[in-house]
């Protein structure tokens, strides 16, 4: 069974700094994509970022592009989502996914998530 267990959420103040955990389990994920996306109350889920495994080629949405750091402990089967110059607007519920392919395109596994609250 795959699991996706978030960690790492909480709150800080404007321009203050969150380290997201996700620990992957169930399977290989040595050819996966895995990444981050948020949901924020009343809005759709929108992507944030993006590693692949193998490479470790990433992408990230506009938005967080120069603020947020994706990266990956394979040894670990981890995915971490450095978080700093948060603002207000990142306030939303984190879920980390995985898919073996784009995860732009589709999600094949979710985490729970995890909350992150920026107060201004």
């Known amino acids: 069974q795959v699991q996706l267990v978030e960690s790492g959420g909480g709150l800080v103040q404007a321009g203050g700094s969150l380290r997201l955990s996700c620990a992957a389990s169930?399977?290989?994920?040595?050819?996966?994509?895995m990444g981050w996306f948020r949901q924020a109350p009343g809005k759709e889920r929108e992507f944030v970022a993006t590693i692949k495994w193998s490479g470790g080629s990433t992408y990230y949405a506009d938005s967080v592009k120069g603020r947020f750091t994706i990266s990956r402990d394979n040894a670990k089967n981890t995915v971490y989502l450095e978080m700093n110059r948060l603002k207000p607007e990142d306030t939303a519920v984190y879920y980390c996914?995985?898919?073996?392919?784009?995860?732009?395109?589709?999600?094949?596994?979710w985490g729970q998530g995890t909350q992150v609250t920026v107060s201004s």
């Open positions: 996914a995985a898919d073996p392919l784009d995860l732009r395109v589709g999600v094949s596994y």
């Open positions: 169930g399977r290989t994920f040595s050819s996966y994509s």
